[in-house]
């Protein structure tokens, strides 16, 4: 494969990523906005029975490419091929890289096909909750991608900066947009609790079976041990045993990669007090209504969405002070800090609960639709377009 002579229009834009459930949260209306100022967007991403729905309401092209998260050569060089084969096809002037493996399939296929403009986004720093040679491989992998790309997005000033100390790219060449994201969030429009309908959401409740006398414990997101669901969990258990009116409702699916233990999986699937949704492709924003606090115990992230969405759903906040989670809340104000500890976790939950604490709702949706909307950042994305 060499490199094409021919021009690429920077008007079109290729986004790779490797699953379609990150689409949403990764893009979003990104694809509305660009496409009114004339771009044209293209997704690259592995097979999803959601994606041509989302592909025709969101107005963007796009083509079905396996992008494995585990090393295959054969099949990335197939993918390569493939990704290089729609870059000449759609004269694609921009291309995007998302998530460790789509980026560095990205970034390989828009060198080989001389795309002027590539862009990497760090999501986050995968190898923090990994050791030895996988640790190795994966900054590795995080190094070449960064040497391929034009310009590296750090989604969150803490993965910038741990970026920055561990080497992975020059500090010249990392940015990061407007307060961080990769997208913001919709705060006028999807996420905004004046917009919800009381109707919808009665049902909904009835039909998660949560009850006017529940004082719900939420989370949304990969059910796996990096999240700290373990934690969450135990820490849910002890609130319960003390008082029968609190609930979890865990909104999202269990994967095998990083997958937790039998016995927490059997307490998420049995547990009469714990409402568990599986994956959900629609109506996040409701489910965020019916939230009392939003938890997530992460070990690591880029910047947390559902963080930032719950807090504009004006739900307050317990996180840690992990890499992503420490730029997400305004302590004391939108949300507390916790250890990995699931009686401190318990206990900060209970202080939200009983009012003891100065966390308060309305602040934590002015903060995010301050410093987070997404016109915010889609302004910022605009300007990395135009270099």
Known sequence: MTKSSKHHDRKNILHVVNIYFVIPYFIGGQFRYFGDKGYKMHVVCSAS??????????GFDYREIPILRSVNIGQDLRSIRAICRYIREKNIGIVVGHTPKGAL???????LTGVPIRIYFRHGLVYQTSHGVKRFILKTVDRMTSLLATRIVCVSPSVMKNAIADRLAPAHKQIILANGTCSGIDTSGKFNPRNIDSAKLDAMRRRWGLHDGDWVI???????RDKGIIELVRAFRRLHAADSHYRLLLVGMFEKRDSLPPDVIDAVKSDPAIVWTDFQNTDMEYFYSMMNVYVLPSYRE????????????EVPVVTTRATGCIDAIHEN???????HDDKELAEAIRSIHDGKTAVDGEKARRWVVENFDNHIVWKEIEKLYHQ
């Open 49 to 58: 029975e959601y994606l041509d729905a989302y592909a025709r309401a969101q």
């Open 105 to 111: 399939l990205a970034m390989i296929a828009a060198r």
């Open 218 to 224: 939420g989370y949304t997101g990969r059910l796996v």
């Open 302 to 313: 880029g910047f947390p969405t559902g963080v930032l969405e719950a807090q504009a759903m």
């Open 333 to 339: 104000e939108t949300g507390l800090f916790v250890g």
